[in-house]
C-alpha cells in the first residue's frame, strides 16, 4: 500500500470476499456486465430472459445471424444462469448442460468475436448479441436504435484487474502506472473512453454527466 497510496480510492465492493489480502492478488479497476444488444428496429420487445438467445427455437424465428462472446468462462456463466444452475458449480453434469446448451445454438451463430459490437452489429447486419453493456452503451451513440438489456434472471459482474506479472522486468514502473491509474481524474477519462464503469469511488464527479446517468 506504500507504493500504491492511491489504493485507497478503490471501492471495497469490488473486493473479491473470500480472499483475505484481495488486493494482494490483484486491483479491480473496470467493470462491467452481460446482457443481450439488439437492434430495435429489427427486435420491437424487449427481450426479458436468457432464452431469448438460448433458446434454438426462438434463434431460428428471428431469422438473423446473432453473436456470443468467444469468453468460454463467462458463456458458461450465462448459461448456468439461464438453466438455473449456480455458477460456481463443480458439478459434471451440470457442466455439461450449460455446454451443451451452448452447442445447440451454434448453427445460428456468425463466428465468435471477443468484441461482438462490431460494424455490422451496429449497421444493422446482425441484429442481436450476448454483449458487453460498456460496448453497446458506445455503440448506441453511433445508432440510436441499439439497444442493451439485462435479462430478469440476473447476470454476471465482470471487473478488470491491474496486476503486475512475477516476472515484470520493471516493476517500479508498473507501481507508478497502477498508482497514476488510480487517480479519479484519470480513471474518469477511462470511462469516457471505453464507456465501463470504474472501481475508482471518487470519479464519478469527472465523469461525462450522459455517460454516469445512462448507467
Request: proline share 8%.
Amino acid at each position: 500500500e506504500k507504493r500504491i497510496p492511491n489504493l485507497v480510492q478503490v471501492d471495497e465492493r469490488f473486493l473479491p470476499p473470500l480472499l483475505k489480502n484481495p488486493l494482494q492478488h490483484g486491483i479491480p479497476y473496470i467493470f462491467t456486465t452481460l446482457g443481450i444488444g439488439y437492434n430495435s428496429k429489427q427486435i420491437s420487445n424487449i427481450p426479458r430472459s436468457w432464452s431469448f438467445l438460448l433458446d434454438p427455437a426462438n434463434l431460428q424465428t428471428l431469422n438473423h445471424p446473432v453473436i456470443f462472446q468467444d469468453e468460454m468462462r463467462e458463456m458458461m456463466g450465462i448459461a448456468m444462469i439461464h438453466l438455473g444452475i449456480p455458477v460456481d458449480t463443480t458439478n459434471r453434469n451440470d457442466i455439461e448442460r450449460a455446454g451443451d446448451c451452448l452447442l445447440r445454438c451454434a448453427p445460428y451463430l456468425v463466428p465468435c468475436e471477443s468484441d461482438p459490437d462490431d460494424t455490422n452489429f451496429v449497421a444493422g447486419g446482425i441484429v442481436a448479441a450476448i454483449a458487453y453493456g460498456g460496448e453497446m452503451a458506445r455503440d448506441s451513440k453511433e445508432n440510436p436504435d441499439m439497444r442493451f438489456t439485462i435479462p430478469d434472471q440476473g447476470t454476471l459482474l465482470i471487473v478488470d484487474h491491474l496486476v503486475i506479472p512475477k516476472t515484470a522486468r520493471n516493476p517500479d514502473a508498473a507501481y507508478q502506472l497502477i498508482n497514476y491509474l488510480l487517480q479519479p481524474e484519470i480513471a474518469a477519462q477511462v470511462v469516457n473512453h471505453c464507456y465501463y464503469g470504474t472501481a475508482v469511488q471518487n470519479a464519478a464527479a469527472y465523469i461525462d454527466p450522459s455517460i454516469l446517468h445512462s448507467a
